[in-house]
């Protein structure tokens, strides 16, 4: 029986995407969406890092006292006692301590042996829960670590308090059958504790190692609207929620909602979203080859993987070269107009011998039905006639 849910790091990894500030009022609006998404939980940032994240943590963690954000907030925080009183005082649901644990990290950055580190690990941990809150750590470098290592670790910071271990994939270098097994040993080596997974998509294998990580044991996944993040980011929101929908049929996030959420997150953080992104891109059920269209005018699941209107979309294909005849006829019964087989066919040749028109909208399909019928085909609304002017005019 598979537990899941997921904590979105926004607010916190996903500003550290190259070139992304988020306003203090951008903060709570995004926390805000989040919570109405529902996801488990919010890492609303790191407070120790500059007094506009701790602000927004602190009108978060104020929203989340008047019930209006649900979800827990969670404070991120090194493995040091400064930080964790700055998250402490902000009287987060949970404080997150990290900690680089591989050999690579131990000596490039810590300068610490292993037996440093852990007590480094259980000194932290103790001293923030002794504030009261709950705390995960998270095993920074976790996949590059040595694994009876990692079991150690994961058992200091269970036995000094922490309920929840994050395994963190840092650069990204896991794949799917190698993280599901790391999932699995550690869950069987290491009882009473559960796991989170934060996967780098720096292979572009993050939400298949985080399904995988979910098939090991894994109950918290790590995600980012738009996939936001350090280099090129981690699981994004959209991608992990569809999946984990379709695979395992669970809704860990509103569905519909998710458009909404990736729009306000493209508009705040400046990435634009190109618009071959899966689920929430223009054209994630936007189809074009005849015979997808064909196939989808059939039935829809012919090509589309879970229906658009699960997420608040709608589909549509466009008209091009590659179009059939199937889909043409479709669009002109769509608007409204009758059009003979033959006309048809002289239609759908004229479309394929201009091979260098990449969208025909639909007044160019009405005036190329004009040309072939002779006919006036349909009074137009007045924008349709101007844009029918305007064409006309640029290619004069
Ligand atoms: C990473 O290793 O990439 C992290 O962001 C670790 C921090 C964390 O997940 O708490």
């Known amino acids: 029986m598979i537990k899941v849910g997921i904590l979105d790091s926004t607010l916190r990894e996903g500003e ?193 190692n985080a399904l995988a990580a979910i098939e090991g044991g894994a109950t918290i996944i790590h995600a980012t609207v738009n996939g936001l993040g350090e280099r090129v980011g981690i699981v994004p929101l959209q991608q992990i929620a569809a999946a984990i929908k379709y695979h395992f049929g669970i809704e860990v996030v509103k569905l519909d909602k998710l458009q909404y959420v990736s729009s306000l997150v493209e508009k705040y953080s400046g990435i634009p979203m190109p618009p071959n992104y899966p689920i929430t891109g223009d054209y994630a059920f936007l189809h074009k080859a005849g015979v997808h269209v064909a196939g989808v005018l059939n039935d829809p699941r012919t090509y589309e993987f879970m229906p658009p209107e699960t997420f608040g979309r709608t589909r549509d294909y466009t008209i091009d070269k590659y179009t059939g005849k199937h889909a043409l006829r479709d669009k002109y019964e769509k608007l409204g107009v009758k059009i003979s087989d033959a006309e048809m066919d002289q239609i759908l040749a004229k479309i394929k011998s201009n091979t260098t028109i990449r969208f025909y909208r639909d007044v160019d399909l009405l005036e190329l039905a004009e040309e072939v019928t002779g006919r006036v085909l349909k009074p137009r609304p007045p924008e349709q006639i101007e844009a029918l002017i305007s064409v006309k005019c640029d290619s004069n």
């Open 16 to 208: 550290q995407t190259p070139g992304v500030i988020f306003t203090v009022d951008q903060r709570v609006e995004i926390a805000k969406a989040l919570s109405d998404l529902g996801v488990s939980m919010i890492e609303a940032g790191h407070p120790a890092v500059s007094p506009d994240i701790y602000e927004g943590i602190k009108r978060i963690v104020k929203l989340k006292k008047e019930g209006i954000i649900t979800s827990e907030i969670v404070g991120h925080s090194r493995a040091v006692k400064r930080d964790i009183e700055i998250a402490a005082e902000l009287e987060v649901d949970r404080i997150a301590i990290f900690y680089g644990v591989s050999d690579l990290h131990l000596k490039a950055k810590h300068k610490a042996t292993r037996e440093e580190a852990l007590r480094t690990i259980a000194e932290t941990i103790s001293y923030a829960k002794n504030h009261g809150v709950k705390v995960r750590f998270t095993a920074e470098d976790g996949s590059r670590t040595d694994f009876d290592f990692l079991v150690t670790v994961s058992k200091t910071a269970r036995d000094a308090g922490a309920d929840r271990v994050s395994i963190a994939d840092t650069v990204g270098i896991l794949y799917p059958s190698k993280t599901k097994e790391l999932f699995s040993a550690l869950t069987r080596e290491v009882p009473n504790l559960e796991f989170d997974i934060h996967a780098h998509n720096d292979l572009g294998l993050a939400v298949a």
